[in-house]
Every structure is written in C-alpha cells, then in structure tokens.
C-alpha cells in the first residue's frame, strides 16, 4: 500500500425529507448565495423544500449554471458576491453547479488578477468562501471532494482545480429528489461513476485487497441497481445505492493508497470540450479504447474485474482482461450509452488529430506510467 | 437504505515514516501534553520518533494510561492540564491512550462537578481541548472516530461517550511500528476488528448492498491477512492491510445507513470490568454465543457471510447461518484466541449470574432489535 494523506471534513446528510436540516446547518450570521442550474431544480420541487428551509435567513438566488460549467458564468456571480457581500454559498443542483460553486468560492477570495490562473497555472487556493450544497445528481462525488471541472469556451479549455478550501462543510442527499431525473442523466450519472471507479482501480497492483475489493464492489452494485431503476425511476432504494456509489465513486476513500490512472478523463475532456458530448458520453468512448491500448500493463486489475465482477470463467490473465473490456462496452450497450464517436455523428480522424495536437502542445503524458501521449490518444480516438 | 449523518473530520496520515509529519500538523502558540500508556513506545522507538518530532515545540508529557483506561488516571491528567494550562492533546499510543485523551480533552472543559457524568448521565460535550494522535495498535478504530471507552474499577464500570468534540484533528497511522507488537495485541485487534465489522453487518438486511459487500470484504481481507502477519511480523503490507481494516472497521463509513447491534460489546464490557478479561477476549467469547441465540434474526445475513466469507456451500438458509458461526469460531480458534470462559479460568455460572444482575438493575435492552436483555445475557454467557 502507498503512503497517503486523506482529509474530508464535509458531513453528509443522506436520506428522505434530509433538505429540511438546511435550516438547522446554514449560517444566521451572514448572507447566503443560492447557486443553482437551468431551473430543473424548480419542476421537481427541490427548489420549493430549499426555499421553504431558507426562510428568515438572508439570502440571494443565482441561477443559470450550466452543464459544463463556464467561466464567464462563475465571474458573473463573483461579482455579485462581492457586491452583496455574500459570506456563505448554497449549491443547489448537480455536480455542474456545485463545481462552479467551488470556483465562485475560491474567485470571491481569490487575490490576484484572474481566478483561472488557479486552473491553468496551478495556484494554490488560499483562501474561499465556506459553501454547502444540495446534490440532486448522483455523478462527480462533487459533494464530498475538493474538485471541479471548469470550462472556459473562449479559450477552447475544460479542466479542474482541487483545494481543501473548497470541501463543502455538508451535503445534503435526498434520493427521492432523483426519480424525476431524465433517463440520460441517469445513466451519465450511472457510466461517470462507474468510470471514476475504474480510474481509481484498473492499474497495478500495490497490495491493496480491501481498497480493490470496495471497487469491484462498487462496479457490482452499480450494474446490479441500474436496470432496476431504469424499470422503476421510483425505486428508492435503488436510486438510493446509486447515489451512494457515486458520492464514494469519487470521495477518494475507497482507493486510498492505491495508483490511479485518470487518462479516460484527460482524453475525455478534450471531446467534450470539442464537440459538446456530455462527459459520461465522453467516458464511454474513450474507456473501452484506452483499455485496449494498455491491456498489457492493466491486465491483472483487468482480469481480477472479468472474474469478480463479470463472472467471466477464463483462466488466462490476459484473454481475461480482453473479456473484461468487451464486457464493460457490452453493460454500457446494455445500458444506452453509446460507445462510438461515429454514434454521436463525430468524425474520429478530425476527433483525434484536434486531440493529439493539443496534448502535444502542451505536452501531455496522462496515465499511471505516464505514457498516455498525444500519439496514444491519437491512437485511442482512431479506434473510437 | 436507512437515513444517515455523517461527519469524520479528521485528517489521516498513513504509511511508513508519517510520524515526522507531527512537525506540521501540530500547534505552535499553544502548550500541548503529549499522553502515553505503560511504556511500550520508549522499546519499539515510536516515543524517540514523536520527541524528535516534537523538538521546537513547548509541550509536556503524561505518562501509564493503563489499557482499559481508569477514570481514576484521566482526572490526574486533567488536574496537570489546568494547573499547566495545556491547549492541545497529542496521545502517543493504541486505543486506550487515545480513548483517555478523549477523556481528558472534554473533562479538561467540563463545566459540571464530575466528568463521569458525561459517560453515565449521557451529559453532552459542549467543549473540548483539540487532539491529535500516534495509533500504534490496529484495533479499536478511535483514531477516526469520537467514540470512548473509559472505565471505573471502584465503581464495577466500563462504559463508553461519542461526540464529534473529540475527534482526533489528525491522526498518523504508520503500520510499520506494529511489527514489534507482542503476538496477544496482533490478535486482539484482529479480532476486535471482525467483530465490530460483525457489529455493523449481521443484523437485519435494509438494502445496503454497497456497504454489505464491504464489510464483507473487510472480513475476507482480515481473514487473509492474518496469517501472513503471524508468519512474518514485519510484512509490510499485511501489516498495513490490518491496519487500514482497523481503521475502516469503526469509522463508521462502511455501515452507513444499515442496520447495527452492538450487543456483543456490551455484554463484552461487563466481562472485562468484572474479569479484566482482554477487550477482545471478551468478543471472541460473547459473539459465538450471542449469534446462536440471534440465529433465527440474523439467518439472511449470517449465509450470506458463510457463502461470501467462508465459501460456504449449503443452500439451505438457517443450516448456511448455522455454519458461519461455527466458522467464525474456527477462525478465532485457528489463530489462538480462546472463545470459552473456562479457557480463561473463569466460571461461566458465576459470570453469567453477575451480569445478569447488573443487566437486570440498569434495565438493559441490546441489540437491533431490543431484546437481548439481563435473562439473554445470561443464557449467553452460560453457553460460554
């Protein structure tokens, strides 16, 4: 097991009915600034239980986050926060206006001349606001990490910053809140997750049984709930173990120790960025390719998955873990989603020349070995 | 899955060489009181590890916290931490050093006349001294955890308090300095471990998949490990495996929104405070026993451990159930921890007429569903 540092002081409020312990949890000593989305949050009555929790404290709306959230928005709402002195934020929403929440916090604090400088040129964050957030999208893990992703559409760029600052100090989940969800965003929630996991599982082996089988556990769990919920949008409980999966899909408790990988992302970005593709879209295409690439050194992990989690009978190690990646695509199939650019009407030659000559401008090397370059995600994205 | 809160604010450092990490995580405008057990850090060098750590900073030490640590031991401490005007806690040792720092930190703020109060009276901690600490036994998961066990011998008590104003800040988690762990605590905290996992998991099933799977797991890789510590005690990684079990077996992360027992524990206690039986002596006694008078509750929970842990092959339920408690018991048998009374010297009538009495005076109602009561407790330990 490899040293580590873990470190995540957000409490959790997880359960039926939990929206109503805002008023118990939220500051009364300050003004508070409700970010939140494209107004879904107003059809299935999120907004109305948040509302009704907030009153007598003194707070602001922002709204209009979008999906991939966009720098210009969060500068908007810096600039509203120090107008109005906001001293406390409330996300309201999925993991996209929770990231941009995270941004707007750090921003508002932020001492130098452009806040995405902590983005592009790694400054630390030294200060943010304190922030809180109803999750209503089970996908980032955004509600118990530090990270968020932040497009910036002006400059052809989506990418992410992480910060102790930026934890939130509670998250509240509320299943139920997730049986009005569209199918889509169900299963980007569901393929997102799955793809966190095995970022953080499908490397090498540094003797870590019980953190390998929390993943594999999870991925189980995960093709175990989704046609149920898919048969039932109102299965509590099943919307509820996925939820809990993606809260630790990307907690980073379960791998603690362990090499993580995080290419898929890297590669992933870069498409969505381009063309738009919803991320877990994006995820789905680059993972099983990637795979592929990098059968030989993964083919342990890949073989221990085929075993555990697909119940594949096959002795040899490395047909295995060719096994596996067919059987990852095949659950997504299963699923709906798409594992093709050419399924999105993408071009993949025009995909994966844009790819690779951006990884090799800023000369990338993704990967636990470091050597997922622009040639292999040149590579990835011919096959994709 | 049923609602939840959860909140583990503490910082963990894991791995080899973490200790010199104390330089920066510890306090510098405030007096810290180091506390330690009987010694056994001055022989395995962890005591020369923390000092060295500890150079520059302005701090005192307080050492022989017994293991079940004395109430008695707590206020000498907390007396030293008035007249010196200590401001911060830094417990250097296993579980009991730290259950005592806990101790001392809420009783060193205690408004009320005897701190005890806040164990038997059930009074709140509304303050206490920050902490921090040095585990150096994988066993009773305080390192991440605000629970704490502190008995009075003058009164015949062992009873515990949990308050998240104890929560270590941070603790260092190097499995390293458990290599020279004498072979009794290496079992003791093998087994204090599977049976909080047994705890948290064999009650009644509320649909957690997610985490059944891992406590399961926990119990495989506990399982697996042991031996390989026992055949050579400085593996690293088998080392770090039970470690890192220890502490996941009672943050509480794993079980979060099941169902839990903890009856074992407490007729555990009662066993320790009249015998000074081991802590974990005592588990292995109780648990078997309380499981056959539990079978018939407990049956879905306890085949699926018997086909998941023990690879059990009987389809029939109840005969499945039956078996996992043998096999549990087989397992504490195969590594040497004694499972009968009598292997203590012990008299099994005596002990189980005591607790009996004292079950019978405090009206006391364990388990998940309330029922193991002072005539329970009894036929448990006379089958013991």
Redesign the interface.
């Known amino acids: 097991?490899?040293?580590?540092?873990?470190?995540?002081?957000?409490?959790?409020?997880?359960?039926?009915?939990?929206i109503e312990q805002l008023s118990r949890l939220l500051p009364r000593d300050t003004k508070i600034l409700m970010v939140y989305g494209g107004g879904s949050i107003k059809k299935n009555g999120v907004y109305d239980q948040v509302t009704a929790a907030l009153k007598g404290f003194d707070y602001l709306e922002f709204g209009g986050v979008e999906p991939n959230p966009e720098y210009e928005t969060c500068m908007r709402a810096i600039e509203l926060v120090k107008k109005e002195n906001i001293g406390f934020l409330l996300s309201v929403g999925g993991g996209s206006t929770l990231d941009a929440t995270k941004f707007i916090a750090a921003g508002a604090k932020f001492a130098g001349q452009d806040p995405y400088d902590i983005i592009t040129k790694g400054l630390p964050v030294a200060d943010a606001l304190p922030l809180a957030s109803v999750i209503t999208l089970p996908a980032t893990g955004s509600e118990m990490n530090g990270n968020a992703v932040i497009s910036r559409a002006s400059m052809g760029l989506k990418a992410s910053f992480v910060s102790e600052k930026v934890y939130p100090q509670?998250s509240v989940i509320d299943p139920s809140v997730t049986f009005t969800l569209p199918v889509r965003q169900t299963l980007n929630g569901i393929v997102d997750t799955f793809v966190h996991t095995m970022e953080q599982y499908c490397t090498y082996d540094v003797?870590?049984?019980?953190q390998d089988?929390?993943m594999l556990?999870?991925m189980?769990?995960l093709i175990?709930?989704t046609p149920k919920v898919l048969a039932d949008p109102e299965d509590f409980?099943a919307r509820?173990?996925i939820f809990?999966?993606a809260t630790?899909g990307l907690n980073h408790?379960m791998s603690?120790?362990c090499v993580q990988d995080w290419a898929t992302h890297g590669i992933g970005h870069e498409l969505t960025a381009d063309y738009g593709l919803d991320h877990a879209q994006a995820l789905a295409v680059v993972l099983p390719r990637l795979l592929q690439t990098q059968k030989a050194t993964k083919k342990g992990k890949l073989a221990k998955l085929a075993y555990e989690v697909f119940g594949v009978n096959e002795p040899d190690e490395i047909k295995a873990a060719g096994v596996a990646i067919y059987k990852i695509e095949e659950f997504f199939g299963s699923i709906g989603m798409k594992t093709h650019l050419k399924d999105y009407g993408i071009d993949r030659t025009e995909a994966a020349e844009k790819t690779r000559a951006k990884f090799a401008a800023r000369d990338i090397h993704l990967g636990e070995h470091a050597n997922i370059t622009a040639d292999t995600a040149y590579e990835i994205l011919m096959g994709s």
Chains 1, 2 share one sequence.
Do not use: S
């Open positions: 097991m490899n040293n580590f540092e873990y470190y995540r002081p957000t409490r959790i409020l997880f359960g039926k009915g939990q509670f003797n870590t049984p019980l089988e929390w556990a999870l189980r769990v175990a709930e409980n509820a173990n809990w999966c630790c408790f603690l120790g």
